[in-house]
């Protein structure tokens, strides 16, 4: 499994890079492994309000669907259009090619309850 350092987790499994006022996030390689083949991805249009732990999305594997959490608060501004053809992106690079969508932070208080890598390695292997 691989949990890069310098990227923020969510209990529900999303990974979150902050850069400004601008929040790149996608689906971690642990849940990626857990859900299989991934198949679909549903994504809000940019313009979508994204609110702390309230689902955005749905990602839909061979054998399961799972919601997609916004991570902070702020306003939907882009989403990963290659998912739409390539929806094993998520796959196959989680944390690069495999990213989900981009928000536009409106409010950073909720950031102190996202996990470090450690963290989230600890709550995942259980």
Request: no cysteine.
């Amino acid at each position: 499994m691989n949990f890069p350092a310098d990227l923020l987790y969510t209990a529900s499994h999303e990974w979150a890079r902050i850069e400004g006022d601008t929040l790149t996030m996608g689906l971690t390689d642990y849940a990626q492994s857990e859900l299989g083949d991934i198949v679909f991805v549903e994504m809000p249009e940019p313009g979508k309000k994204a609110e702390t732990g309230k689902a955005l999305g749905s990602i839909e594997a061979v054998k399961t669907v799972s919601d997609i959490y916004a991570p902070l608060t702020g306003e939907v501004i882009a989403v990963n259009e290659n998912l739409k053809d390539n929806p094993q992106l998520i796959n196959t690079d989680p944390y690069g090619e495999g990213w989900i969508l981009k928000i536009k932070i409106s409010d950073m208080s909720a950031k102190s309850g996202l996990m470090n890598a450690e963290q989230y390695q600890a709550t995942a292997a259980h």
